[in-house]
């Protein structure tokens, strides 16, 4: 059951608020909740009851385990959707595990004797993940799907012995992974890569990509949750929905006119299930097999990479507050940390972007 609820209604900053507190997707006994959201500047045309010209276009599908909507105003609006769809469909294709026809399904059934030839786009994003995974030393890993899988997420989540713990977290290992000349790759037995800390990023850049070719003046995807936008010159503001209570937002970041940008969060608080009183998130340490311990509840991503910005956001929320702003320092990133307390720790390159919302304070590091 899917109840998405798309009202918008101007606030206490005479901005336009998208309200997806309201937008709850439910599948197989999971929620989710939206963990970032566009909030239009107040220019004519962005404004309820302010008319537009130009017309706009706008498309919900459900692919890569979530439902993701395209979004374009202009001219051919309804051109670029279009093409934006059928390219989201064709890279579910190649990246979606569960797909049995997918590259990465054939990937992890492949060996050394019998590797695949995988798309361009499949082996550049397979590069450049265990390139990060090497960058942030494994704190980010996509060989980690046997652990979650022992863990159920997905069809039947619970906590699994030790033992079980103990004797998967043995396959999880980016180095698992040989990406060999003419886009030829293999994995070591008993090995499964899934990129769903990765794709949605590296999708919603190239997505934006086609679709800026045709006569648009503004572009937001929004794939479960990852926020990438564009609007030729007219600012736009992402609000950071708070883990705390998903009625409210913990900070809103502002983007300036013509820059396209992702903005992706990672957190626990989405995706999780109890278990004898005790509360397990979906994202793990990759160095013991359990769900992450960390002070932190939310981490966001902000940059022009979105591939990037995807596997960071869960490596900094996995890695503590203290550790994520040391790895963010060392990666040139920009981040927005949510912890336990109210702090925001914010990247101070983002001085003058980010603005605090009630009950949350900033702190600037870097």
């Known amino acids: 059951m899917i109840s998405v609820i798309s ?6 900053h005479n901005e336009l608020r998208a309200k997806p507190v309201l937008s709850l997707i439910q599948r197989r006994g999971r929620a989710f909740a ?28 459900f692919a890569l385990d979530t439902y993701v909507t395209l979004t374009a105003e202009g001219k051919e609006a309804e051109k670029a959707v279009a093409e934006g769809a059928a390219f989201l469909t064709e890279m579910e294709g190649k990246l979606s595990r569960q797909i049995g026809s997918s590259e990465i ?3 992890n059934q492949s060996s050394e004797e019998n590797p695949v030839c995988l798309s361009e786009e499949t082996y550049a994003l397979l590069q450049t993940v265990c ?3 090497e960058k942030t030393e494994g704190l980010f890993d996509p060989t980690i799907a046997p652990v979650m899988d022992l863990w159920g997420f997905g069809e ?11 004797e998967t977290i043995q396959r999880v290992d980016y180095r698992r992974i040989h990406l060999l000349s003419d886009s030829y790759a293999y994995v070591e037995e008993g090995t499964a890569v899934d990129l769903g800390g990765a794709a949605k990023g590296a999708i919603g850049v190239m997505l934006m ?49 013509d820059e396209e940008m992702s903005v992706i969060t990672s957190g626990a608080y989405e995706r999780y299930f109890e278990e004898a009183g005790v509360r397990y998130g979906h994202i793990m340490d990759t160095s013991t097999g359990y769900p992450a311990d960390t002070d ?5 991503v902000i940059g022009s990479d979105g591939t990037v910005g995807d596997i ?37 390159s983002l001085e003058g972007k980010v603005r605090e919302q009630e009950g949350w304070t900033i702190e600037y590091f870097g």
Not at 317 to 342: M, P, V
């Open 7 to 12: 009202t918008r209604t101007l606030n206490s």
């Open 156 to 166: 039947d989540p619970h906590v699994p012995s030790s033992s079980e713990i103990e």
């Open 209 to 257: 990509e086609r679709m800026k070719e045709f006569s648009v003046t503004r572009i937001i995807l929004d794939l479960g949750g990852n926020i990438c936008a564009w609007a030729k010159n007219e600012e736009l503001t992402i609000g950071v929905v708070s883990p705390l209570d998903p009625a409210k937002l913990c900070c809103v970041y502002t983007l300036s006119k």
């Open 296 to 300: 932190l509840l939310s981490a966001t």
């Open 312 to 348: 960071l956001s869960t490596a900094l929320f996995a890695s503590g507050s203290e550790r994520a702003r040391k790895l963010a320092s060392y990666l040139r990133i920009d981040c927005i940390l949510c912890s336990e307390n109210g702090t925001l720790w914010v990247s101070s």
């Open 105 to 107: 399904a054939k990937l």
């Open 131 to 133: 390139l990060y995974a």
């Open 34 to 61: 939206v963990s970032c959201l566009i909030l239009l500047s107040t220019l004519c045309g962005a404004v309820s009851g302010c008319s537009s010209k130009l017309p706009s276009k706008s498309v919900t599908i």
